[in-house]
């Protein structure tokens, strides 16, 4: 199983499970959400399940989303080379604080690490201007002096 299905798989077993919190136990609802949640478990590797029970049972989701650097579930500031790591599409790591699995939702701005990325652009941008192109004008030929009247 690739691991963007994986990472699908296990945000819609983190979605049932939060789901079937909210419907009433017994009701039909309830019965429809658990076959759900059994057959998106069927295709899960074991392992990962296993992960997901444990965090699943502290009342935890089992993947969150980076944002800006940091772990979606606890704010932990993930180091440069797990953010690297993660920011494939489909790729995904473990939360060295929390232990969920987390996935790249900002996209590739995360390789070049967010802002820091900024100064630098502003600074080139500010240099443009200085390059301002020499004036066309002059290399332009004299417009021909109007013909003299004899
Ligand atoms: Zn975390």
Redesign the pocket.
């Known amino acids: 199983m690739y691991a963007a299905e994986v990472l699908s798989q296990l945000r819609s077993l983190n979605w049932l499970t939060e789901e079937t919190r909210r419907v009433p136990a017994g009701s039909s609802e309830r019965g429809l959400l658990q076959a759900q949640i059994d057959s998106v478990r069927a295709r899960l590797p074991q392992s990962i399940l296993a992960h997901h029970d444990q965090l699943s049972g502290r009342g935890q989701v089992s993947v969150?989303a980076i944002r800006m650097g940091e772990?979606?579930?606890?704010?932990?500031p993930l180091s440069g080379p797990l953010l690297r790591e993660v920011a494939a599409p489909g790729c995904f790591g473990v939360?060295?604080?929390?232990?969920?699995f987390?996935w790249n939702a900002d996209g590739p701005e995360l390789e070049t690490g967010g802002s820091v990325v900024r100064p630098a652009a502003r600074r080139s941008a500010l240099h443009r201007p200085a390059q301002e192109p020499a004036p066309a004008r002059a290399d332009e030929p004299a417009p021909p002096a109007p013909p003299s009247a004899p």
């Not at 772990?71 to 932990?76: E, N, P």
């Not at 939360?95 to 969920?100: K, L, S």
């Open positions: 969150a772990c979606g579930a606890c704010h932990h939360c060295p604080a929390c232990g969920v987390i």
